[in-house]
């Protein structure tokens, strides 16, 4: 059974940064596609970033590329999401998701990853 934990959630004052961390067991972590959602209230989750198998190519929604950056460490079986420059707007439970099946494409959708964590509140204070 696979799980992911997400870490590093917390308030933060607008213009401030988190790191959060996903730690992921009872998989082969190496080989899934990873992803980070966002839900704030009342709306839908929706994609963040992703990142391949092997940590070479990654993604991001348009609207927070330049201030969030994913990365993967295989041999800790860990993803990050460092986020930076951070708005009131930001504030949401952010979600950790893993896709086991195979994809030549790059997943954006919750329909596309197989597993996911519970979640890690950031809120953001203007």
């Known amino acids: 059974q696979v799980r992911l934990v997400e870490s590093g959630g917390g308030l933060v004052q607008a213009g401030g940064s988190l790191r959060l961390s996903c730690a992921a067991s009872?998989?082969?972590?190496?080989?899934?596609?990873m992803g980070w959602f966002r839900q704030a209230p009342g709306k839908e989750r929706e994609f963040v970033a992703g990142?391949?198998?092997?940590?070479?190519?990654?993604h991001y929604a348009v609207s927070l590329k330049g201030r969030f950056t994913m990365s993967r460490d295989n041999a800790e079986n860990t993803v990050y999401l460092q986020m930076n420059s951070l708005k009131p707007e930001d504030t949401a439970v952010y979600y950790c998701a893993g896709r086991a099946r195979p994809t030549a494409y790059e997943p954006t959708t919750v329909s596309e990853y197989d597993y996911w964590g519970q979640g890690t509140q950031v809120t953001v204070s203007s």
């Open positions: 990142i391949n198998w092997t940590g070479s190519r990654t």
């Open positions: 009872g998989g082969t972590f190496s080989s899934y596609w």
